[in-house]
Structure formats: C-alpha cells, structure tokens
C-alpha cells in the first residue's frame, strides 16, 4: 500500500469506527425508571429486579436493555427528570399525572403506559380531638406529598367538598405542609412536631397506626366510593412514539410483573425490601400485600372520579372525554375508569 494510499484511508477508518460507536450507543437502549418510596412502586421493582423488561425486549429483538429503578423524593423532582430525558419513566399518584398531562403539549406531552395499583390511603392522625374531616382546626397541620397537586392533597380536597360543599373544596389547603411518606412516619411519632396529621399509603400507614394515640380518620376508599388506583407509571409521547417496541415491551414486562406480585406474595415481599432499603420487618409486609384492598393491576380504576374534580375546581384545562384520552392506546382496549 502506498503512501497516499494510507493517507486515504486513515478518515475512512476514524468514520467507520465512528458509526461502530454510534450504532452500540443506540444499541445499548438505558430505561431509568422513576419511582418514590411505598409498597405502590413494587410493580417496577419486580419488573427489573426479576429482569422482566430485558426478557419481553428480547422478545421483540432488543437484545442490549438496560432497566435501572431511580428513587426521587418528591414527584415534582421526578417529572422535571422525564421532560429533561433524564429518565424515561415516571411514577406516582393519579393526580400528579394527570396535572403534568393538563400542562405538557408539544414534545414533551405525556400519557400514562398504566395503572400500578389501587390501595387506599390512611388520613392519620395523633390528634384526640380528631374524629372527622369536620374536626380539623387551625392549629392542626396535614403532611401531604404535594400542598395542592399531589394525590394525598387532591383527596384532602375531595373530602372538603363533601364535608363542607363544593365552594369550600380548598377549605383545608392552609392546613397543609409538603412531607415525604418517610418523614411523615417520623413527625408524626414525635408529639412536639407542628406536624400531627398525615395522609400516608401502606406500608407507613400501618407503621402509624402503632403509634400510641394515633388513629385513622378516614381512607381514600371512603372519598372514591371503593377501590381506586392510586399510582400509575407515564412517559413522554416523543419517547413511547420513537420507541414502540420498547413500550410495548414495557407494558408486557409490567403486566408480568404483577401476575407475579398477585402469585407469589412472599417473593414480592423480599424483592420490595431489597429494592427499597425499608426496614419493615417482612411478617408486616406480607401483612399489608395480602390485605384485600391492595389490589395490583394495569387497569385503571376511578382515574376518571379524580380527573373530574380536578377539571370541576379548575386543576386541569385539558379537554378529555374518558380515561383512554390520557392513557397510552395499549392499553385502551381493558375496561378502566
């Protein structure tokens, strides 16, 4: 080979191990997903503890998945990583959701890929003088994981509204104090905090409950009328659209997931300790996974009860006509509500 025969061929090499590089980066396909902490997240971490993603990715050709679970605090925290592509999904209540489905558009609208479980949440309290939503004076304080947009507020709203008339819906919102489930659990255990209420799911909830002097003053299944989803799992339209293969293998790894949760209690158990670092002991979480009103599904049940007093108090301009407008079409064909 010649001289200027090498010359030549030196930028043909550096530009075909370029695109090797760049054919492997897309290859090697990186899903974080985004999760907080309560037994309401453990369809996703069964999901990649068990490797349930990177199988029904297989499945469809995708041979180099890597699933990673991303714990945030808080949702806000969580949504501002979904539009940043940080991670690519997000997780947590309804209400959360459907806020960031009423605000987003353009590239970075979202819908929801399902529904992850329905269990009821525990207004407790510490407070002897408490017996009713009614009760609540202005030296109380309600921990909340969102004043006014997170789920546990949004019901607190709810409650209002039934209590004192749909005008007085935000009659309790000054009472409110933004609180993470863990600290929640350690305010309300401690009788100096301001703190003396919190709006809390399973497993602090029950935690609580053992607390000496606190009790529940009502459950979210009492301001739905039944069971209710409370968590669901989203992502951007731009990144379900470029990856629909992904998706779809997202939404058979999650369905798998809960065939397994709902079969196999205990190993459910053991994959939510590990995977979150909670102390529970496991008696008390097989306790709370066998309690019939925890019910894990894909389908979504009372979306529509909550999307309609948030468009009814102004939370939610978007228009929509059921729950399947802010649901991915995956799973439009299941009988949600």
């Known amino acids: 080979m010649t001289r200027t025969s090498i010359r030549e061929w030196v930028p043909r090499l550096g530009v075909?191990?370029?695109?090797?590089?760049?054919a492997g980066s897309v290859h090697a396909q990186s899903v974080k997903i985004g999760v907080q902490t309560g037994l309401g997240y453990l369809p996703l971490q069964v999901m990649v503890h068990d490797q349930l993603l990177l199988k029904h990715a297989q499945q469809l050709g995708l041979n180099d998945v890597k699933p990673e679970i991303v714990t945030f605090s808080n949702a806000g925290a969580m949504n501002d990583a979904l539009l940043s592509h940080s991670i690519q999904y997000a997780s947590g209540g309804v209400s959360t959701f459907l806020t960031l489905w009423s605000k987003a558009g353009g590239s970075s609208a979202v819908k929801a890929a399902g529904g992850l479980v329905s269990m009821p949440m525990y207004l407790n309290t510490r407070s002897s003088s408490v017996k009713t939503i009614r009760?609540?004076?202005?030296?109380?304080?309600?921990?909340?994981a969102g004043v006014k947009v997170g789920y546990q507020a949004i019901l607190l709203q709810m409650a209002a509204a039934q209590a004192f008339g749909e005008k007085n819906y935000a009659r309790l919102d000054p009472l409110?104090?933004?609180?993470?489930?863990?600290?929640?659990?350690?305010?309300?255990?401690?009788?100096?905090?301001?703190?003396?209420?919190?709006?809390?799911p399973p497993p602090y909830a029950q935690r609580e409950l053992k607390i000496k002097g606190v009790h529940t003053v009502l459950k979210s299944y009492d301001i739905l009328g039944g069971p209710a989803t409370l968590d669901e799992v989203w992502s951007t339209a731009k990144f379900r659209d470029a990856n629909p293969k992904l998706h779809q293998a997202f939404v058979a790894a999650l369905?798998?997931?809960?065939?397994?949760?709902?079969?196999?209690?205990s190993h459910a158990a053991?994959?939510?300790?590990?995977?979150s670092g909670?102390?529970?002991?496991?008696?008390?979480?097989l306790e709370q996974l066998n309690d019939s009103d925890i019910q894990y599904s894909i389908v979504p049940s009372r979306t529509m009860a909550i999307a309609d007093?948030?468009?009814?108090?102004?939370?939610?301009?978007k228009p929509f006509r059921s729950w399947r407008d802010f649901h991915f079409e995956e799973i439009a064909a299941m009988p949600g509500s």
């Open 16 to 22: 075909v191990a370029a695109g090797i590089l760049f």
């Open 135 to 144: 009760d609540f004076g202005q030296k109380d304080r309600i921990g909340v």
């Open 255 to 265: 369905k798998e997931s809960m065939d397994r949760i709902n079969a196999d209690r």
């Open 278 to 285: 909670d102390k529970t002991p496991k008696s008390a979480i």
């Open 176 to 200: 409110t104090v933004t609180i993470s489930n863990p600290d929640g659990l350690l305010v309300l255990s401690n009788p100096r905090s301001e703190i003396n209420t919190h709006f809390a």
């Open 309 to 317: 007093f948030m468009r009814k108090i102004g939370s939610i301009k």
């Open 270 to 275: 053991d994959v939510y300790l590990k995977m």
